[in-house]
């Protein structure tokens, strides 16, 4: 009997919605399917025609969604921002698995390019079947054989007793766990769908890169959610469906769970030792976790310089396997007095992101300092400032809903305890006594050594924030070429995003205080690293360089241990005084380089660190920016010719007068406005090339350089006229 598809009219209004660029074929065919005049019917409209709906992932977990504190589908569409509407994903209805005897076809977005439907490949397919059956799913039958028949259905329960139900409940097999409750049409019988959905979800979670996961759900993926078992059907909400595909991403990756993976279960925490708070980098790749456990630091056997040059090595991935990663922080402030958030307010916040969104904890000595989901993750910088570090995606349609989403979760928390987020470079009204201390170890350390190397390095730990993107490289040549063209051009992202005028209440004298506080912090650790424009730069150059940067700490026995002052090359052969006879492990490694700054770090991965935090719409244009620039071979090539004759003295003339005039800043026969016009239409043309439909994340860069009118250089005019020279405003103005 062919089975029904239930859809909720927040769904076809997204479907219908030509405004978030769905083809006008698509939308009718959507409509014409459905069969249905009003789209407040569909939820009450029950289709055994086949079906196939474009849906969007970020809708999915949100329509009737108790977390909302929304219990009818009709209010959802008043109740999240229209702006986390991204339409990536397929509903197939009745019979639409047993039409398909070959791998099943993965549908991109919409507003791309589809000439021809793209297949998985056996590898991938194969790959998802055995993460389905890890997961305990029933076994899938062979690509290319007849699916299964679906089971008899279970007698229906009793009708619903209330109105309220009956108009939200119109499907009688509603399992009735009230723990699980979800309106009918949420709900998938999982275990009466053939093999082909096993692909589709591996896919999904693979090119969508969803976030919004319930692991306990996808870990127990076979157990019924109501107590009668319901016959052996498996029904699951929409949200434990992008759980199920996120796992078996996940065991893609590390077949095995990992220990990470057995540490985290709903409802425990992930306890924290230090390492980066980052991002897996790609499939096949080491997944950046929360800080290692304690068996992590184990040794086994003395680690040798090409071990510390394989790990670099090791973040080659071909063409195809790039990823973007977008990085930003924000400062948490009380919305009535303005000041900056205590921790205490901080970890009621990570909590509240915990319980209503599926984060788990990351715990450091009886304190949450983070979360977990997936491939993201929520930090926190010395002075409470509140960082995505996210997911590595696809596309940048993916990156800006990633990050949209996440602003979306923390004003949902935050409205509530009379807290908001503020998108600048610099801190523009406390002083530097006025910002909380957060308790972690490392930051203990990095405060005492601070003030040792520099005159501004406690300024830029409590009173910055930036974002930055991270990007793949295929080989070591390919790497080359990218930092290269990065550091050379980072003075130029910093005065397009310059975002920091301000300080204790008046203008700075800067346009990127942020960017000019790094000249001062520590000199050991940062700046424009010359080198890597010498022949002789590749990965080992490179680990040569890291060697000798002054170590910050070593984790051991569960405490941090302060070796400020002391090298990694020292700590190789045994020869810290803090931690006599110790040896250094790959994540001691790891966490090293994490403690050096420059323009442009390289990890697995090479990081843009050169812009100010700012607005939501600029922390989607730096990634579109640098994609534009670095994933394409013929604006990477255009970049490396236009820069090669750059001396060193120019790049570092560059370097620190661009944080004092910006675009003004006079260089060679121009200005840099002039080099910004040129640099941006190459990373138009190269987002074309791409053919995703992203250049329009370039908006707001365009409209910067088209005026010659920076952010900051757009506050201070609003300081001194519309704010009557207050700073105040600014905290309305960029309030996420």
């Known amino acids: 009997m062919p089975r029904k598809i239930w859809v909720s009219p927040t769904m076809l209004r997204a479907v219908a919605d030509e405004d978030l660029g769905v083809t006008d074929e698509v939308a009718r065919d959507t409509e014409e399917d459905l069969g249905v005049a009003d789209a407040d019917e569909v939820s009450r409209a029950p289709r055994a025609t086949p079906t196939r709906i474009w849906v969007s992932p970020m809708r999915l977990p949100a329509v009737a969604d108790e977390d909302l504190g929304v ?31 070959r791998p099943f076809p993965a549908y991109l977005h919409p507003t791309i390019p589809r000439r021809r439907p793209r297949f998985l490949s056996a590898e991938t397919s194969a790959s998802a079947l055995r993460g389905a059956a890890g997961l305990g799913f029933p076994p899938a039958a062979e690509l290319g054989a007849e699916a299964p028949a679906p089971p008899p259905p279970p007698p229906p329960p009793p009708p619903p007793t209330t109105r309220e139900e009956e108009r939200l409940s119109p499907l009688p097999q509603r399992p009735r766990a009230t723990d699980v409750w979800a309106p009918p049409h949420r709900f998938y019988n999982l275990a009466a769908s053939p093999p082909p959905l096993y692909h589709l979800l591996a896919r ?8 919004r996961t319930r692991l306990a759900a996808a870990t127990a993926a076979a157990a019924p959610l109501s107590p009668a078992g319901r016959g052996g059907e498996v029904f699951l909400r929409c949200t434990d469906l992008m759980a199920v595909a996120s796992r078996l991403a996940v065991a893609r990756v590390a077949p095995d769970g990992g220990a990470a993976g057995r540490r985290r279960r709903r409802g425990r925490p992930v306890v924290a030792v230090p390492t980066a708070a980052g991002r897996g980098r790609g499939r096949g790749g080491a997944v950046a976790a929360s800080p290692p456990t304690e068996e992590a630091v184990q040794m086994t056997e003395p680690l040798t310089k090409e071990d510390l040059m394989a790990y670099l090595v090791s973040g080659c991935k071909p063409n195809e396997n790039w990823r973007i990663g977008t990085e930003h922080e924000k400062f948490g402030f009380e919305v009535d007095t303005l000041r900056p958030i205590k921790y205490d307010q901080i970890r009621d916040i990570l909590n509240g992101l915990a319980e209503r969104f599926d984060w788990d904890k990351i715990v450091e000595e009886n304190n949450v300092i983070g979360l977990k989901q997936g491939k993201q993750s929520i930090s926190l910088e010395p002075g409470g400032q509140f960082e995505l570090s996210g997911a590595p995606l696809e596309t940048l349609h993916q990156t800006c809903a990633e990050v949209n989403s996440h ?30 201390i957060m308790p972690k170890g490392r930051y203990e350390i990095m405060r005492n050594y601070m003030p040792k190397v520099g005159s501004l390095g406690l300024d830029m730990m409590f009173r910055t924030c930036t974002v930055q993107v991270n990007l793949d490289f295929s080989s070591e040549q390919d790497m080359i070429r990218k930092f290269r ?10 005065a397009i995003f310059a975002n920091s005028p301000f300080k204790e209440g008046k203008p700075n004298g800067y346009l990127s205080l942020r960017s000019h506080i790094w000249t001062d912090t520590d000199n050991n650790r940062s700046g424009m690293l010359p080198f890597v424009f010498d022949d002789s730069f590749g990965f080992e150059r490179y680990v040569d360089y890291a060697l000798d940067v002054p170590m910050y700490f070593v984790y051991r026995n569960k405490k941090y241990i302060d070796c400020t002052g002391m090298s990694f090359r020292d700590f190789m052969v045994g020869k810290l005084p803090q931690a006599p006879g110790e040896l250094p492990t790959l994540n001691d490694w790891e966490n090293h380089l994490t403690t050096i700054f420059p323009e442009v770090r390289l990890k697995r991965y090479l990081e843009m660190r050169g812009a100010d935090g700012g607005p ?38 560059l370097r620190r007068k661009v944080p004092v005039t910006g675009l003004k800043t006079p260089f060679r026969d121009g200005y840099v406005r002039d080099l910004a016009e040129e640099i941006l239409q190459l990373s138009k043309n190269g987002l074309e090339r791409r053919g995703y439909k992203e250049v329009g994340f370039l908006r707001e860069v365009d409209a910067v350089i088209s005026s010659g009118v920076t952010p900051a250089e757009r506050l201070l005019n609003l300081y001194e006229t519309k704010w009557q020279r207050s700073v105040d405003p600014v905290f309305q103005e960029l309030l996420y």
């Open 616 to 653: 939501w719409r600029r922390l989607c244009a730096l990634p579109a920016f640098w994609v534009g620039l670095l994933y394409d071979e013929e604006s990477l090539q255009s970049i490396s010719d236009m820069t090669s004759d750059w001396t060193n003295e120019e790049r570092e003339m």
């Open 407 to 436: 602003l979306y979760q923390v004003k949902a928390v935050g409205e509530e305890m009379g807290i908001g987020f503020l998108g600048i470079g610099f801190q523009p009204k406390w002083a530097l006594s006025d910002i909380p």
């Open 204 to 211: 999904l979670s693979l090119s969508l890169s969803l976030t």
């Open 485 to 494: 063209a990065g550091l050379a051009l980072q003075p130029i992202a910093t």
């Open 71 to 101: 219990t009818d589908a009709d209010e959802v569409s008043r109740a999240m921002p229209r702006r986390n509407l991204v339409l990536r994903g397929l509903i197939f209805g009745s019979g639409i698995f047993r039409t398909y005897h």
